[in-house]
């Protein structure tokens, strides 16, 4: 039994209904070593946005647990499917449902973007 791909069309539907069920809007945060040094005469690293991107965030935690291993994440967030993103970067949720947050959410992401057919997800842990 052979599965068929999708279209260009296709895929190109699904990311942008994708894209537009995002509801919320978030900075994309990335470490920066600045030419400033601290009293140990060490680099001063600072986090600096890079992006503002639409996305959709899920407040539910994981609870999962597989061999005893776990595997648990404080949120889960959808990005467009051409973001980019890193395992060590940090996301800043500054809109819930259109509306700007009192105190922005601060979340590191946990490990790579699963990448599907319309986005990536990816696991944050709060920070």
Known sequence: MTM???STLELTAMQETQDSAMMDLCDLLT???TDRVDEYGHPVMEWITREKV???LDM???GEVRN???NL???RLRLPINTLIGRVDRVVITQRFGVMLDTPLLYQ???EAERGPSGLVLRLRNV
Do not use: K, M, N
Request: with cysteine; charged share 25%; proline share 0%.
């Open 60 to 62: 539910r935690e994981s």
């Open 73 to 75: 994440w404080d949120a």
């Open 54 to 56: 639409i996305c959709g």
């Open 31 to 33: 470490l920066f070593q």
């Open 4 to 6: 068929t791909s999708f």
């Open 68 to 70: 005893a291993e776990a």
């Open 109 to 111: 992401v946990e490990g």
